[in-house]
């Protein structure tokens, strides 16, 4: 259940940041995500560990739980919209 609800808080930071964020300056927020939700991903790993769980399990999930939201937002960065008439 923690890590859906990881998962979740990342694509909601995300929509918000797609959402509200000025196109020019998407790509430093986006880079900016990225290095906050590393920093975010790797307390919650540290967590984990501190609990007893396996290094091995941990990095599988934190790979998600990285790679889900940040892949969503380069996602997001580099989809083209065509211009409307």
């Known amino acids: ?17 797609v959402r509200y964020c000025p196109s020019a300056h998407r790509r430093p ?13 790797g307390w919650n790993l540290a967590i984990g560990l501190s609990h ?10 934190h790979a998600v739980l990285f790679g889900i939201p940040v892949g969503l937002a380069w996602w997001r ?8 008439a």
Do not use: K, N, Q
Not at 29 to 41: G, K, Y
Not at 52 to 58: D, Q
């Open 1 to 17: 259940m923690r890590t859906l609800l990881i998962l979740l808080i990342g694509i909601v930071a995300v929509w918000l940041l």
């Open 29 to 41: 927020a986006v880079v900016a995500f990225a290095l906050v939700w590393l920093v975010a991903c």
């Open 52 to 61: 007893g769980y396996a290094l091995g399990e941990e990095l599988a999930i």
């Open 77 to 84: 960065l580099w989809r083209r919209v065509p211009p409307s």
